[in-house]
């Protein structure tokens, strides 16, 4: 699982690809955009931060990333009680 997060730049080029008023050789000279640059790849570690704070339960979390509870209790510093 993966999060982006994309700039504004393309949202702005995309609408002016759309407008009516825009000729054709206008919209094949827009600019594109590097969507790779603008792009956040967060390690396993900080998703399962992002989601636990977001709150979801150990389990989801296991679940949603497909590892075992366990590893997601060592990401977020929580230890087995009992003995």
Request: cysteine-free.
């Amino acid at each position: 699982m993966s999060l982006s997060i994309s700039s504004s730049l393309s949202t702005v080029a995309a609408a002016a690809a759309n407008s009516s008023s825009t000729s054709a050789a206008a919209r094949n000279s827009q600019p594109t955009t590097n969507n790779t640059a603008d792009t956040v790849r967060l390690s396993d570690s900080q998703q399962v931060h992002q989601l636990y704070n977001d709150g979801q339960t150990v389990s989801q979390i296991a679940s949603s990333m497909s590892m075992p509870v366990q590893t997601v209790n060592t990401y977020l510093g929580i230890t087995a009680a009992g003995g």
